[in-house]
C-alpha cells in the first residue's frame, strides 16, 4: 500500500488562477480529511468527506473553496481565483473506519 | 473551542539526555490527546494516543486533565528522534480526523 498519494507536491499559481489538489486515499480508505498549515502555525481541520458526500466543511472558508470526493478517482481541494494568503501547504489524510488517520506529503502551494 | 498549546518552537538536547516535549490543551469536555511525528522529508504519523497508554520508541506521555497537559517524554535522547513533533486533541463526538493541531516542536539530539 503506497499511503495517502497527494499531487502535486508543490504548485505554483498566480493570483486570481485557479489551483487544483488532489488527493488519492489508501486503498480500502472511504474518509478523507483536508488540512492547511500556515507558515508557522499548526494543521488547521478543513472538511471531512466521504464519497461523494461532505460530512463536516466547518473549517473550510466560505468563499473560493470547495471540495470533492467522487465515487470514482481521488478526492479535489479547488480554490479559485487565490489570492496571497492562500499560499501554504495542504495535507490529506484517509482513513478506512474514521478511527486512526493517515497523513499524505502535502501539496505546498506558492501564490505569486 | 479547543486549542492546543506547543510554547517551545525548537529544543536542543544531547543524545542521552532525558527530553520533554510540552503540551497544553484547553477543552470543556473530555479530550482525546495524540502526539504525531513528521522525520525529515516524511510524511506525519501517529506516535502515540493517550487512551492506548502505549511506549512507543521509548517515548511516553501522560494525560493531565488538573493541568490540561500532555507532555510527551524519552528519558535517554537519541539522535534518530530528531523531528518536527505534533500534539493533538480530538474533541468528543467528533471525528478521528479532525483533530486540533498545536503549532508543532522541532526536536534536535545533538551527537
Known amino acids: 500500500n503506497a499511503g495517502v498519494m497527494q499531487n502535486p507536491r508543490h504548485l505554483v499559481r498566480r493570483r486570481g488562477q485557479e489551483a487544483r489538489l488532489r488527493c488519492s486515499p489508501m486503498?480500502?480508505?472511504?474518509?478523507v480529511y483536508w488540512y492547511r498549515q500556515l507558515p508557522e502555525e499548526g494543521l488547521k481541520f478543513m472538511v471531512y468527506?466521504?464519497?461523494?458526500?461532505?460530512?463536516?466543511e466547518s473549517g473550510m472558508p466560505k468563499e473560493r473553496f470547495s471540495a470533492e470526493f467522487p465515487k470514482e478517482g481521488p478526492s479535489i481541494l479547488r480554490i479559485q481565483q487565490v489570492v496571497r494568503g492562500d499560499s501554504a501547504a495542504y495535507f490529506c489524510?484517509?482513513?478506512?473506519?474514521?478511527?486512526?488517520?493517515?497523513f499524505g506529503q502535502g501539496t505546498r502551494l506558492t501564490v505569486v | 473551542a479547543q486549542r492546543v498549546t506547543q510554547p517551545e518552537k525548537l529544543l536542543s538536547v544531547f543524545k542521552g539526555a532525558p527530553v520533554e516535549l510540552k503540551c497544553n490543551y484547553s477543552?470543556?469536555?473530555?479530550?482525546?490527546l495524540f502526539w504525531y511525528v513528521q522525520y525529515s522529508r516524511q510524511r506525519l504519523q501517529l506516535l502515540l494516543r493517550?487512551?492506548s497508554r502505549e511506549s512507543i520508541k521509548g517515548f511516553t506521555a501522560d494525560l493531565n486533565k488538573g493541568e490540561t497537559s500532555f507532555h510527551l517524554k524519552k528519558p535517554f535522547a537519541q539522535e534518530e528522534d530528531s523531528a518536527m513533533y505534533y500534539c493533538a486533541l480530538k474533541a468528543g463526538g467528533t471525528s478521528y480526523g479532525k483533530l486540533t493541531f498545536g503549532q508543532g516542536t522541532i526536536l534536535t539530539v545533538h551527537p
Open positions: 493517550h487512551i
Open positions: 477543552y470543556s469536555g473530555s479530550p482525546e
Open positions: 489524510a484517509s482513513s478506512p473506519d474514521d478511527v486512526e488517520a493517515f
Open positions: 468527506l466521504q464519497k461523494e458526500n461532505i460530512i463536516d
Open positions: 486503498k480500502g480508505h472511504s474518509h
